[in-house]
């Protein structure tokens, strides 16, 4: 199962008010671990960048000005994600933006059905708790101690390791499978050998005492036509 975590830096907070993205960072799951397959890409947005975004994300004018614009580069992020689940924190926000440049060179963009919202997850197993991103590395005890400004390949790498950690952690999955590999592995050796570890124990006597006997014969000559009788009476 192959997911990818992305998420965006922009100028703003809104499209529709001339925002444009900066930067789009993606990080590939296979089976919810890192495949080690990574995407970055920055954007020239063809306008100025506020000080108070570069405040959050430190990219400037001079960094950006020869990026390649949007055009240029978006499908080298539609052929990274091919048709994996989306991993987003605050999902609204970055799919506002990419569908907004997507839908303006005339893509269909891309749907909510293959979202997966980190953020919701977190609030609803954190109800009433802090559920941003640096919230939830210090739960998880994810070092974030590089994370000096907002980046896109860099909150995508620790919000892949968030979204393990809500979806039920690492180390418990792994070590529980691990456990039954080994246990799975260790009966198949046993059965093959023929030899197991189990405490051998002595056969115990099955054969019925001449009491039991008595009383056995005497509780058929009690039956009527009984089944024991017509096997001896014919010699089976």
Same mark, same amino acid.
């Not at 980190?118 to 998880?140: E, I, Q, V």
């Not at 999955?173 to 198949?188: E, H, Q, R, V």
């Given at each position: 199962m192959l997911e990818v975590v992305l998420d965006t830096e922009t100028t703003g907070m809104d499209p529709t008010s001339g925002d444009r993205l900066l930067e789009i960072g993606c990080v590939e799951l296979k089976n919810h671990m890192p495949t080690g397959r990574t995407l970055q890409i920055y954007i020239n947005p063809e306008r100025d960048i506020p000080a108070e975004a570069t405040a959050v994300h430190g990219i400037t004018e001079?960094? *950006?000005?020869?990026?390649?614009?949007?055009?240029?580069?978006? +499908?080298? /992020?539609?052929? /990274?994600?091919?048709?994996?689940?989306? *991993? *987003?924190?605050? =999902?609204?926000?970055? @799919?506002?933006?990419?569908?907004?440049?997507?839908?303006?060179?005339? !893509?269909? %963009?891309?749907?909510?059905?293959r979202v997966i919202?980190?953020?919701? @997850?977190?609030?609803?197993?954190?109800?009433?708790?802090?559920?941003?991103?640096? =919230?939830?590395?210090?739960?998880?005890?994810i070092d974030n101690s590089s994370r000096t400004y907002h980046g896109a390949l860099l909150d995508s790498e620790l919000l892949a390791e968030v979204y393990?950690?809500?979806? %039920?952690?690492?180390?418990?999955? +792994?070590?529980?499978?691990?456990?039954?590999?080994?246990?799975?592995?260790?009966?198949? !050796? =046993?059965?093959?050998?023929?030899?197991?570890?189990?405490?051998?124990?002595?056969?115990r006597p099955h054969s019925a005492s001449e009491e039991e006997l008595k009383n056995h014969t005497e509780m058929l000559g009690k039956l009527k036509d009984a089944l024991w009788l017509r096997g001896a009476d014919s010699g089976d």
């Open positions: 001079e960094f *950006i000005a020869d990026k390649p614009v949007f055009s240029e580069v978006y +499908m080298d /992020f539609i052929d /990274f994600i091919g048709s994996s689940k989306l *991993i *987003i924190h605050n =999902a609204e926000f970055d @799919m506002k933006f990419l569908n907004w440049e997507l839908k303006n060179l005339g !893509h269909p %963009g891309l749907k909510w059905s919202d980190t953020l919701a @997850m977190a609030r609803k197993k954190f109800p009433g708790s802090p559920a941003n991103l640096d =919230a939830l590395c210090r739960r998880f005890e393990l950690e809500l979806i %039920g952690g690492r180390q418990h999955g +792994m070590g529980l499978a691990d456990k039954n590999a080994s246990n799975k592995n260790n009966d198949k !050796h =046993a059965r093959l050998s023929g030899k197991n570890n189990r405490p051998v124990r002595e056969a």
